[in-house]
């Protein structure tokens, strides 16, 4: 069933949102602590500690209640309304219906590139972006392919694992590189004067001195591969969501495939809001596609893997509601 | 003696435990049936609401085309009044297919076609159009997953306890011939 698979989604979705802030909290709290004790002393651990908690309380906060914000604003996306683009917001709208959601905010991204992305921490608080480019080439049947695909994302709370993502990666990564400058340039210097003297009291050092390097370099490398090991999943989920929702797999196919035709580099998108969108914005996927080898630092499947799978789809009989399909295509604009 | 007792009191909580757990479930799912079926409500509305200005638009240039405004505000006043789902479905049809010959009146008319207000029109009607089939096809999904959880055991026990609280709800189908064999859209 369409729906029991969307409510299973749903609450394992919930789960990993609270676990990978636990888990970033921890990451931050331990930073914080081996740094402080790395500095000086285990009162500087202590303190370290405190700091570090504090900052990543905040953070998590911060990125909890302001997420969409800051990815619509790294992607220079400006709000729309209903007067300026009626066909775009109209299109929303009667996806958010299908799916049984509040309308989302819609944003467009002003540039040639074609290219989307979903954000928000829940359906209520949820936008979407599409670049003027993918507007302006895409027909209808094909816009609602992708916006299906990101409302997807909103349904199945992809939206608000990916959104603390790209803050708590973001935190991680700066934290831990400015951490390791002040560790090789003005670290250490407050070891001599600790009170841990003796022969046990400097092995001990040595091993938390090795093991907070380890952890100082590896953090920023964890934290990345678990961006990506997250979204690439979802992809596929979201583009099977979206053929659910728009009953015309083709749709989402033929537009995934324009992208990858016309594929024009996105500069606005940072490698930390690389995982929103819904094609990669900087690998270039023609080549992806010629080599059909995916990498591990992809952020997404493979296009025409993608397309694939979409079009097998496309096979399956009794799916579409065929009087209704023919409804909605009667409304196609010019 | 006193173990025994205690085992069954522990399986009749447990018990009305899950029985109050499914009774809600199917609460929710019946909500969200009437609420999408709502959902069609509001959108049809939306769309009576936006003819008379359409029909306003197109008579200034087009004045002499009476016979197509008057199918538009037949139909209109049909739906409006219609009575159950079955009239319902038909006076939307109608309604579908008097605006389609007014669209199509309009392509003559070129200054019409440039008029920005009718332009707006003609986005927002087809926006309707197409959120009124979302609508229905919202309610048929919301009927299927209603439908499923009351026929899975343990859950039908329960459903047939309660069975005035937890009704049958219709499928919403397209009844007209016409419709099913409309033509394939090239695109």
Redesign the interface.
């Known amino acids: ?4 698979t969307f409510y299973e989604e749903i609450s394992k979705n919930k789960w990993k949102s609270a676990l990978l802030v636990s888990v970033f909290i921890a990451l931050i709290v331990g930073l914080g602590f081996i740094v402080g004790y790395l500095l000086g002393s285990w009162e500087w651990a202590i303190i370290g500690l405190i700091i570090a908690t504090v900052i990543a309380t905040i953070m998590a906060f911060l990125s909890y209640y302001n997420s969409d914000k800051i990815a619509m604003a790294t992607a220079g996306a400006r709000q729309v309304t209903r007067e300026e683009y ?2 775009y917001v ?2 929303v ?3 958010s ?4 959601l509040p309308p989302p905010r819609t944003y467009i991204i002003d540039t040639p590139a074609m290219n989307a992305f979903a954000t928000g921490r829940d359906p209520e608080h949820s936008a979407v972006a599409v670049t003027s480019g993918l507007l302006e080439q895409c ?1 209808r ?1 094909e816009l609602e392919g992708v916006l299906a695909h990101e409302m997807s994302h909103i349904k199945n709370y992809d939206i608000r694992l990916m959104c603390m993502v790209v803050v708590l990666v973001g935190m991680v990564v700066i934290f831990a590189e400015v951490m390791l400058r002040m560790f090789i340039f003005g670290g250490g210097r407050g070891r001599r004067d600790s009170g841990m003297g003796g022969e046990a009291g400097g092995w001990v050092a040595l091993v938390m001195i090795i093991l907070g390097l380890l952890f100082l370099i590896l953090s920023p490398l964890i934290a990345q591969l678990l961006q990506l090991s997250i979204s690439r999943k979802r992809e596929y989920l979201a583009d099977a969501n979206s053929a659910m929702l728009t ?1 015309y797999p083709e749709g989402l196919a033929s537009a995934l495939e324009k992208l990858t035709v016309k594929a024009k580099p996105f500069n606005r998108a940072s490698k930390a809001t690389a995982h929103l969108f819904i094609v990669q914005p900087f690998r270039k996927e023609a080549k992806q596609k010629a080599s059909g080898k995916s990498s591990m630092w992809d952020t997404h499947p493979p296009i025409d893997k993608r397309v694939e799978r979409l079009r097998a789809m496309s096979g399956l009989e009794g799916m579409y ?13 010019p | 003696m006193w173990i025994v007792g205690v085992i069954i009191g522990v399986v009749v909580v447990l018990l009305i435990i899950s029985i109050i757990y499914i009774y809600n479930k199917l609460i929710r799912d019946r909500n969200r049936v009437d609420n999408a079926w709502h959902q069609i409500d509001v959108q049809l509305k939306k769309r009576y609401d936006l003819i008379p200005n359409l029909v306003e638009t197109v008579k200034g240039y087009a004045a002499h085309e009476s016979k197509v405004f008057e199918n538009v505000t037949k139909a209109r006043n049909m739906g409006i009044n219609a009575q159950g789902v079955g009239e319902q479905a038909q006076a939307e049809n109608m309604i579908s297919g008097a605006l389609k010959s007014l669209f199509a009146v309009a392509e003559n008319y070129p200054d019409l076609k440039a008029n920005q207000n009718f332009l707006m029109l003609q986005e927002e009607l087809s926006g309707v159009e197409s959120k009124i089939a979302y609508a229905r096809q919202f309610y048929n999904d919301s009927v299927m997953s209603y439908d499923t959880d009351r026929q899975r055991f343990p859950a039908n026990m329960i459903a047939g306890m309660f069975s005035s609280t937890f009704m049958d709800k219709e499928y919403f189908e397209i009844e007209v011939e016409a419709e099913r064999a409309a033509p394939k859209v090239e695109f």
């Open positions: 069933m369409a729906t029991t009626p066909y109209n299109t709208e009667g996806l219906i299908a799916a049984g027909n049947l009953r509601n065929q009087a209704q399909m023919e409804a909605r295509l009667s409304g196609e604009s």
